[in-house]
Structures are given as C-alpha cells and as structure tokens.
C-alpha cells in the first residue's frame, strides 16, 4: 500500500501543473486574436466589388468553411435556378454583401439599407412565385444600415459596369421579362400570384392586389385591381368584378383572367385609349381563381385524362368532375344563401321587395365554406355594380334566377324584375364573343333552351345556392354567368384561341357598367344621403346610393320613372329618357327634402326586418367557431404541403432551415 503511495505522489510531481490564477506567474496570459481582414475566397462571391471580408460575419458565422456549410450561401448558389434567372446577380450579391461583408482597415462595413429595399420590392414576386419566403439574411432592417451610419452600396460593381454611364434606376439593374408578356400555357397558383404581383409593380398607378381571405387549405384569394385611383372609391366610377375558377375544375376563366390582368396593364401603358378610358373612369376587380384548393385537386387528376365532346358517350366522371368542389368537398355555386326561395315564399304579399334581402339566421347554421364567406364580405364590402362568374362546360351566358319558381322546382324559365337589363347584358358578352351567340357553334345541355348564346339559369338548370343570384338580392351587383365551352379543363394549345374568341367580349362586357343612369343624392344643405333607395316604375327592384350618395342604376333604353327616397325625407320623382347606342349613363341627380317619417314607408321596413337586418352577417360567429373546430381537427403538417424545392435544402442530421417556407 505504501508503494502504491509513493507512485501517485511521484506521478503527480511530475504532471505539468495546471493554470490557477489565484497563483501569480503559473498562468500564462490568453490573448485573443483580434478578427483581421482577409480575402473572399466564397466562390459565389468573387465578383463583389471588393476583395477583403471578414469572419465572424454578420451573421455570425465564425469561419468560411461555417458559412460555406450553412444553407444561407447554398440558397445563394442555387437561387439563379431556382427564380429562373430572374433578379440575379442582385439577389446573390446582397446576399454576399452579408455572408462575407465588405472589410477595410480592420472595420467590417454593412451594405446599405436603400439598396436592399429596392431589390426586395422589385424582387419579393420571384420568391412568392416558388412559395419561399423572403431569406431572413435579406432582412433590411436587420442586417443594412443607412446612409448615416456609414454604409457601402453592394451592388456598386453592377453600377460601375457600363461605360462610364450613370446608372441611377434600378429599372436599368434587373432587367426582366414583363409581367405583361402573356404565356399560353397554365399557371400553378404560386405562379398566378406571381403574375399578379409583377403586374402591380409594372403599373403601379393604375394596378393593386388584395387579398379577401384564403381558402380552406390556406391559399390566398388574391384580386387585382384596376382605377386611376387603385384602393379608393371614386365619386360616380362603377365598381365591376370577375371572379374565376369557382369549380376547380373549369380552368379557362383563371387564364382569361390572368390575361386579362397583363392585357389592362401593357395596353394602358402603350396608349390604348380604349383601355385608358375603362380603367380612368371604372374601377375593376379581378378573382383569377376563387377556388385555389379546387384546381389544385384537377391538375394533379389531369393524368390519363380525356374528353369526349360527344355528349352522347356522356363525361367521364372518373375525371370530369375531379376538384370541381374546395378542398371540404362544398359545391361553392351551391354555398351561397338561397334568397331566391325567400323572395319566392314572399312574392304574394303586397309590398315584397326582391333586393337587400338580409341572410337567414339558419344559413349560418349549415357548412359555410372559407371562399364562400370571403366573397360575401367583399361583395357587402365594394357597391359592385355589374358582376361576371366564369365557368365550363357549356357555351352560353346564363342569367338570373338560378332557382326555379317551379314548385318542385324543375327547371323553368324564372325571370328578375330585371329581365330585360340582364337578357341585355348576356347578349352583350354573348355578342362581343366570336362564336357563342352562333346557333351552330352550340355545345352541351344548354343548347335545348338557349337562344343565341343566353339562357335564363332556372329554365336551364335549376340550382339553389346560387351565387349570380345572391349578387343581385343582396346588393347592388347584377351578375351573369359566362360559361366559356364545353371543355372544362381545354388543352394548353387551345388558350390562345380561347383568349382570342374573349378578350373582345371581356372589354365590352366592362364598358356596360356604363349603361343606364347615374348621380349623386344630396339633402337641401347638401350632405350626401347614404343608403337612399332608388327605384324605377315597373321594376320592383331597388338599389341604394353607397357612402358618398352616389349610386348606379342599369337600365334598357326607353323612358323610365325614377324616384329616390329615404327615411325622413320627401320622394323625389324624375322621368328619364335613355336613347339607344348612349355610351355613357345617364347623370340623374336628386335632392331630398326632410319630411316626416312616412308611415307605408317603415311598414314597408318592418316587414324586411321581421326577417333580420340587413347588417346582421354571422350574427353567431360560426364561421370563426368552424374554423377553429376545422383547425384543431386536420394534421396541420399535411396542410402545410412542402414546396418542390425543400428536400434540396433539408441535409442528413442538419437542422431544417424553416425560415426558407412562408407559412412556416
């Protein structure tokens, strides 16, 4: 034991002693070694307009090999391919700007944060267009400084490239394809917002997106918008709506619109004064696709898909109808609530009205689609005037009512009070288009009861649900629904000829929110009359004046009898002549009087009020509950589907680099 002792005592006299610093001179003092400058051998960054970095960078990377290794410089070396050349070199460069950082007498210098504004405004479309989201590294906010304290410009060796010219604009840096620079093929929904967003940024002062909800997996309900004045409501301008892709499945309506959207823009921008004066005096709105979900499901059922256009052999269901419904398999032209039953249930009575019907309590009751509520809040939201719901299957423009008067509801012809403005107003799409209202261009159920191209919906397929007839006894808006051919899902090589056969038919469809008459309500002291009722002899369908007191009014030519009214105030009656061929409506203002409340008048109000308010929209909040109840019950990592692109990014036993995905 003793010997034992005595080896672990001589082991230990002859260990190196250990550093204590409570023993003066035993330790050695630890210089840290100041960062110095040093050359950028990053390979994809060989052509910054520097040549000495510095690591740590700033991201905190504390060697080249750490920064080579992390999945902020292999999106730099990819991201060429992955946005399709487009923005490149300039995304790559301020991405260099900050994982190798400009460094000069010892001082690591940060880009400057303009630089990285412009790009990412000019740039943000391409990373929606693939669904990443915006790099984190680019945060401008983050990781770019000012002018003040100090900043280099990151892009300075584009800047210096053209001989000795100055390069002021951006626009001159990123050259790029225009958005307006149609391609004939079909767009994913990443692809059709795109589009959309490229074409806002190439007409900024006449385009603007918005979005009014997303679907029932998430995809967004992106419009796009068309004034002299994007995101205002002007005082006489009609405010007019397309809306697409209702059935995922009929897809040649989302293209028109996509084209429709890159036709407003390019040609207004070349002096089209035909364009110029629909969108200086219309404000138009644009749904390329209501149904994201919907389309998702036919393009992936697409395969071994064939179409028969003999009726005869009938559809192909295995494959015709696949994604015609949203992602909870809702018809969403079923969805809407069935007014047309109220009306009917009420037409007996003396004084029914057919507009501004309020919604049943007992419709919020039902499964209310995402996409269906979305499109009810925008209509009550914007004093639409004419409206266009684009479909397949057939080629005719169908008209209200949708649901028959039929007591078993067959199909039979059940006209509005407005017959006559809508059989105008199919005729005037059915026209324009270069075969619809052509008797032997007909195809599909419809050509028993069409004539020349139109066809009242209830005489030829009954439906309850509509939305074409909620438009029109809920609001203001006439809508008709324009089915585009026979073909829901038409070959890639046949979008050309159906933009041909409709883009005419499109732009005179617009000019016909200019029918009719239209003016301004005022009182004696000239305060605008909200919500004044204005009315037409002979057609027990009113509309009502929006926040400003103006209002629209479509209308057939002839002679019509026009009064304005509000509570508390005094009718004013005018009579109106609408010659043929007017290209403009007809300016019809009134001046209203106070006056005591008229008796016939609130009983007349009563009588709507017994079924709900107007205002009363989701009184129970079920659609909120609903959504809360379909959250919680889906797998939220199979609802959030990976892009194409994530597995190339997602290394063995690395950490996944989330901030890549958008809905992350």
Request: glycine share 6%; aromatic share 10%; hydrophobic share 35%.
């Amino acid at each position: 034991m003793l010997l034992i002792l005595l080896q672990l005592l001589v082991l230990v006299s002859c260990a190196p002693r250990r550093c204590d610093p409570g023993f003066r001179g035993q330790c050695k003092p630890t210089v840290e070694e100041k960062p110095k400058c040093t050359d950028v051998l990053l390979s994809y960054c060989d052509d910054m307009a520097y040549t000495q970095t510095m690591f740590p960078n700033i991201l905190g990377h504390k060697t080249r090999e750490d920064a080579e290794a992390g999945a902020e410089y292999l999106l730099m070396s990819v991201v060429e391919s992955l946005l399709g050349g487009e923005c490149n070199p300039e995304i790559r460069m301020l991405g260099c700007s900050v994982l190798a950082p400009r460094c000069e007498k010892g001082k690591v210098l940060k880009p400057c944060r303009t630089t990285c504004e412009t790009v990412r405004k000019r740039c943000s479309h391409a990373f929606e267009g693939i669904e990443m989201a915006w790099p984190y590294f680019l945060d401008c906010d983050r990781f770019f400084v000012s002018e003040q304290e100090g900043c280099y410009d990151p892009l300075e060796g584009l800047r210096a490239e053209p001989d000795g010219e100055d390069v002021d604009s951006m626009e001159i840096l990123l050259p790029e394809e225009p958005a307006t620079t149609m391609q004939f093929t079909y767009h994913t929904n990443a692809q059709m917002i795109s589009i959309l967003k490229k074409t806002e940024e190439q007409c900024p002062d006449i385009a603007r997106t918005y979005s009014i909800g997303r679907s029932i997996e998430g995809r967004e309900l992106l419009v796009v918008e068309f004034s002299n004045n994007p995101g205002k409501h002007e005082l006489l301008e009609p405010e007019i709506k397309f809306i697409g892709n209702m059935h995922g499945n009929e897809v040649l309506g989302r293209q028109l619109l996509i084209y429709l959207a890159q036709y407003m823009c390019s040609e207004y921008q070349l002096g089209n004064e035909r364009i110029q004066t629909l969108i200086n005096t219309t404000r138009i709105h644009i749904l390329p696709s209501m149904n994201p979900d919907g389309y998702e499901l036919a393009v992936s059922g697409l395969q071994d898909n064939n179409y028969s256009d003999d009726e005869e052999q009938g559809p192909r269901y295995d494959s015709w109808n696949i994604g015609r419904s949203n992602a909870q398999n809702i018809d969403l032209n079923r969805n809407f609530p069935d007014l047309t039953s109220v009306v009917y249930s009420r037409r007996r009575q003396t004084r029914y009205r057919t507009d501004h019907i309020p919604i049943p309590d007992y419709y919020w009751f039902g499964k209310v689609a995402p996409e269906t509520y979305a499109v009810m809040k925008w209509i009550r939201s914007i004093p639409f005037v004419l409206s266009a719901n684009f479909h397949g299957g057939d080629l005719v423009v169908s008209y209200p009512y949708d649901l028959s008067k039929h007591p078993l509801e067959r199909n039979l012809f059940s006209p509005t009070p407005d017959d006559q403005v809508f059989k105008l107003l199919a005729r005037t799409y059915a026209n324009a288009h270069e075969t619809m209202s052509n008797e032997n261009a007909r195809c599909g159920s419809s050509r028993t009861s069409s004539q020349k191209g139109t066809v009242n919906g209830a005489q030829w397929s009954s439906i309850a649900g509509g939305m074409q007839d909620f438009n029109y006894l809920h609001s203001n808006c006439f809508e008709v629904t324009v089915e585009l051919g026979c073909d829901k899902f038409p070959a890639e090589e046949e979008l050309y000829t159906g933009w041909e056969e409709n883009h005419e038919a499109l732009i005179t469809f617009m000019e016909a929110a200019h029918g009719g008459i239209k003016g301004i309500v005022k009182d004696v002291e000239g305060n605008a009359v909200t919500g004044a009722r204005i009315s037409v002899r002979g057609i027990r369908h009113d509309i009502t004046t929006a926040e400003n007191g103006d209002y629209w009014r479509l209308l057939t030519p002839g002679i019509h009898v026009v009064t304005a009214s509000a509570p508390g105030y005094s009718r004013s009656v005018k009579k109106v002549h609408l010659p043929r061929h007017m290209h403009r409506a007809g300016r019809v203002d009134f001046v209203l009087q106070k006056a005591a409340l008229e008796l016939d008048t609130q009983e007349e109000d009563d009588a709507i009020l017994s079924m709900g308010t107007y205002e009363r929209f989701d009184p129970y909040n079920q659609y909120e509950r609903y959504t809360l109840v379909s959250d919680l019950s889906l797998n939220r990592e199979e609802r959030a589907e990976k892009p194409w692109w994530w597995n190339y990014f997602v290394q063995p036993g690395g950490s996944a680099p989330t901030w890549l995905l958008k809905r992350y």
